[in-house]
């Protein structure tokens, strides 16, 4: 018997013409996946200033950060928040307090290691790890950055565990948009500062090995600046949390080993997820690497990564967040009515966030494919046909990620800590053979790195979908989950195909990508309100959710 989509009579008055109240909550419950597109848009221009060569450099030295601030936020920051908050409820707040001292000795030393490691092995990661000698510098100056990193996130975790997230969710934009700036201004000074060092040393590529490293001291910048921020807070923050002190209503000490023995219990799971779902790209990089060097291309191997990194990861990166916005919001609702064991309706809602992860996914990865040569030349100034058919490729991805997202936080939300773990590694087992296969064996190039990703996030979205349906009982819906949505989508597609033909070469790649891509987003709309797929509510809760249904009610169909 097929879940009901819509959710119960007291959920569904959207249907009766009336709109929620607009989630003033919405920056802030969505902030990492916001913050993560400005990250990604900082590429855009970056390809334009340090040159795609630059990016190429700057891949290695940016994938190292981002792993290791992403394996301190999750492996201590949030198990440490977890701790926290457990122990406030409790009166603990003696507890609470050694439970951030020992986290903030505990990411200290590891976030010295990590870079002293970095520091002591720079020429080795570049070099033989990477295959890309020249991004040693950018590899140094990342270095320092993970020990900032460590720091930030022990801060984040006390003051979310002390229940100040709002505090958090704003040193997040600070970081982002400080990053951003000075990423763009280190980039732009440092390339600048190359140019002189490439014309003495007649090698062009000095340039973009100081561009890259420019951009990763812009980030140490941008950390530092936050850092100061959490600091200043911590301070003002400092004589209240010392009057709770005096209100401790422990009856028991914990000691340092017992609080450590958790911190890392609890983290070790979360950095796994975290290396088996994020260290790819550096996998990928090495791989393609060796494979230009003996295809004899290695003059042009920097750039043809830089070409990736900075133009297909970006825009098939974006799709795949615009698709996790629309459903993040669902993630908490189908957790709580789990805990309440209200197993009807986390069945329905499952439905329901499922259905909003097919209405983005599907007309975006269209849209991307169709549009891809109009993305690539209007927003990079610059035609690049293996990009523009990388993008074409690989949009299924925006599918099977967004998919694999939800599902994976559903996994996370009701526990099925080893469920997700197993998918998670047999995913990154079949991409890194496939791309051994297609890349280093076969030589496809970048076209193998796009089949390898399509078959990592499939793998990971299908073995997802199958446990957490096994779980809980959950039978999908396919018609106006699936079959509609991906029809009104390739209608839509074809629409905008024509508009951006005939555009294209009277007003350019940029205006032909702004005027036929909304065109074919308010057709696709339209049509999806027509066939019944969401409605007026659902419709809301999307991402630009206010703005669609004020288009469709100037047609008439809302």
Known sequence: MGVKMGLRKKE????????????RNSFAANAGIITYILLLGMRIPLSGMIGEAGVGLLAPAFELYMLTALLFAYGISRTMTGLIRYRIKRGQYKNAGKVFRTSLQISLFFGCFIALITAVLSDFLATDAFLEAMSRKAVLAAAPIVILSAVISVFRGHFNGNGFGPLVVYSQYIEKIAMLA????????????GQKVSALLKNDMAACAYGAQGVMFGIMAAELITLIYLLVVYVLLSGSLKTQMMQDGGRRMESKGEIAGMLLGNGLPMGLFILLSNSFMMLDQRFFNFCMNRKEQGDIRTAAWGAYYGKYAVLIGIGTALVCLAVHPSVGKIAASYDREEYRMMRERVGLAVKKACVVAFPAAVILAVLAGSFVAGLYQGEDEEAVRAVRQGTMVVFFYGTAYLFGQIMLKIRMTKELLFCLAVAFAVHAAAAFLFVQKGLLGMDGIVYSLIL????????????????????????????????AAAVSGLAVMLIDKILFALIGPLPSLLISGLVGMIFYMVIVILLHVVNEGELAEMPLGGLWVAIGRLFGVL
């Open 12 to 23: 569904t008055s959207f249907s009766r013409g009336r709109l929620p109240k607009n989630n």
């Open 182 to 193: 000075a990423g763009i201004a280190g980039g732009r000074l440092y390339y600048q500062y």
């Open 456 to 487: 990592y996030t499939g793998v990971l979205a299908v073995s997802m979908f199958v446990l957490v349906s096994r779980r809980i009982g959950y039978k999908q819906e396919w018609i106006y989950s699936f079959v509609f949505p991906a029809g």
